[in-house]
């Protein structure tokens, strides 16, 4: 019966996708990037005869998760080849081509034909499913076939299906991973409830992801000069809600001589043009042409991707945003490993880092504009509290990080490659 309620799942999402793509840019791009999908990969892939590794992310937050080993695998298994799956688009787009890897496709969607075929065409040594994604028949193939299967960097919580009387289904799924591997002891208790799984509490990859970025990071030209040597506020990743609550907070008396640079989540037209009506004296990144004009700026508004997790360095305290969105908080370990005190909006209670960043002592979360004005003029003005809050935040990165070996030591001592 739960598989009979699966399939009516899967037949309804499809036709709604379908229908939405009319309406939906990221829809469309999903539909448009399955086209012809199953014999693009199949005839891409007709020729290999190199052993094969298959990781698949849901989006670009899981690929952040995954990077790391896929970066050790590359390093470590040069004789492989490595294939890049996504769901979603937003993941997709952005990294279709990552060059640590051999493809990247999207994923079919899931139905025992194409997992039939997809699995086919892949013939893989070994497959990896990062945090989530949980596609009956692709996992079910890949079980039914006995190629080694791993789930890394996995969370686990009461309110997943896994854990209710009418997840039989999901129950079934977790049994067909070869090894588990979660990011906490309350995952690894939840999942052991449940009956003998393989698990392994391992932590979060992303710890070692941004610990790699600080130690390869380069310096960003003018962001120096901007800062001038007063106290100031990187705020990435945020929405017009973040921005608002930021332009309060710098309006108010005591805050004149404190500096702020916004690396908005969205880089578009509309969302520049609003920043630029409500900063109304900031400069934007692509302006900058001299460092006299930039060091008098008050405010740096970053219109371009791919320098937020550097950034982050040249902070005195770091803002990272999305807190007031349904869907939380962006990533604040790339703020926490410059050992930067980090402060994120009430909608973070879903990320065990954040809550774990807060009990460490290295970040705090705040409810409300006012409150945000007072935990950043805290840091800005007590030495003492300020040190003690950045140590914990470098801190907190150094204990957790491992992950990422300890995944890579389980491949080896399996011998699920073997020919290393």
């Not at 496709?105 to 499913?129: C, G, H, M, T, W």
């Not at 945003?321 to 005190?341: C, Q, R, T």
């Not at 509290?385 to 990080?401: D, L």
Request: hydrophobic share 40%; charged share 25%.
């Amino acid at each position: 019966m739960a598989l009979f309620f699966y399939n009516i799942f899967l037949i309804f999402y499809l036709i709604g996708i379908r229908i939405y793509a009319l309406f939906n840019i990221k829809a469309r791009k999903w539909k448009i990037g399955r086209k012809n999908l199953l014999h693009y990969i199949s005839s891409t892939l007709e020729k290999n005869e190199l052993p094969l590794v298959w990781v698949h992310c849901s989006s670009l937050g899981e690929f952040e998760q995954g990077r790391p080993v896929i970066d050790l695998l590359r390093e470590m298994y040069k004789d492989h080849k490595i294939i890049l799956t996504f769901f979603s688009p937003s993941g997709y787009e952005v990294q279709k081509n990552y060059n640590n890897v051999d493809h990247v496709f999207y994923l079919p969607s899931d139905s025992p034909r194409n997992a039939e075929k997809f699995i086919s065409a892949l013939n893989p040594s070994l497959v990896i499913f990062v945090k989530y994604e949980y596609w009956y028949y692709y996992l079910k193939k890949i079980h039914e076939e006995k190629i080694p299967l791993l789930l890394i960097s996995a969370v686990f919580n009461h309110s997943q299906p896994f854990f209710k009387w009418y997840g039989g289904l999901h129950k079934k799924m977790l049994k067909f991973f070869t090894h588990i591997f979660v990011q906490d002891q309350s995952s690894y208790d939840l999942l052991k409830n449940t009956g003998e799984l393989p698990v392994t509490v391992a932590g979060d990859t992303r710890f070692d992801r941004v610990s790699e970025i600080k130690r390869n990071s380069q310096k960003i030209p003018f962001i120096q000069t901007f800062g001038d040597g007063k106290k100031l506020l990187v705020a990435g990743s945020t929405w017009p809600e973040d921005e608002e609550a930021l332009l309060y907070v710098f309006q108010q008396p005591g805050f004149e001589d404190y500096k702020l640079i916004i690396a908005p989540h969205e880089i578009n037209d509309v969302n520049l043009s609003s920043l630029r009506g409500k900063f109304k004296d900031a400069i934007f990144f692509s302006e900058i042409i001299d460092d006299q004009k930039i060091k008098n700026a008050r405010y740096l508004v970053i219109n371009n991707i791919g320098m937020l997790s550097r950034l982050y360095q040249y902070s005195t305290v770091a803002y990272v945003g999305g807190g007031f969105s349904k869907s939380g908080i962006h990533n604040i370990l790339e703020a926490a490993v410059w050992g930067k005190p980090v402060l994120f909006g009430p909608n973070h209670h879903k990320y065990i880092e954040a809550e774990n960043l807060i009990s460490a002592g290295g970040g705090k979360s705040f409810i409300n504009k006012e409150e945000l004005a007072k935990f950043l003029q805290q840091y800005f003005t007590d030495p003492v509290q300020y040190k003690k809050a950045a140590e914990a935040a470098e801190e907190f990165i150094e204990a957790n990080k491992g992950a990422t070996d300890k995944i890579i030591s389980y491949i080896q001592e399996n011998r699920l490659l073997t020919n290393l």
